[in-house]
């Protein structure tokens, strides 16, 4: 059975932090490209960060850079966003995303809630 599961989303000050993870399970985890996204209400899902499968190569979305870093630790089939300088327009549901490096499989995790509010 394979699983993505999100962790850490909840609620924040503007200027604070917070750190998601996502434990997956039922795949060769390696092999797969790993991606955060997130969707606000009433906004399309958007690509918030990438890392390849290697680790070596990340990407951002314009909106996050300089404050969000996506990493990975293949031995425990996790990847994480790191959060920093949280702003009130950050607010969504934060979807773990895996794509196989080989055949194109994509799997979704339930995601997770973060709000960032005073």
């Known amino acids: 059975q394979v699983l993505l599961v999100e962790s850490g989303g909840g609620l924040v000050q503007p200027g604070g932090s917070l750190s998601l993870s996502c434990v997956a399970s039922?795949?060769?985890?390696?092999?797969?490209?790993m991606r955060w996204y997130r969707q606000a209400t009433g906004k399309e899902r958007e690509l918030v960060a990438g890392?390849?499968?290697?680790?070596?190569?990340?990407n951002y979305v314009d909106s996050v850079k300089g404050r969000f870093t996506i990493s990975r630790d293949n031995a425990k089939a996790t990847v994480y966003l790191r959060m920093n300088i949280l702003k009130p327009e950050d607010t969504a549901v934060y979807y773990c995303?895996?794509?196989?490096?080989?055949?194109?499989?994509?799997?979704w995790g339930q995601g997770t809630q973060v709000t960032v509010s005073s």
């Open positions: 890392i390849s499968v290697g680790g070596h190569n990340t």
């Open positions: 039922g795949f060769t985890f390696s092999n797969y490209i």
């Open positions: 995303y895996a794509r196989s490096s080989t055949n194109g499989i994509v799997y």
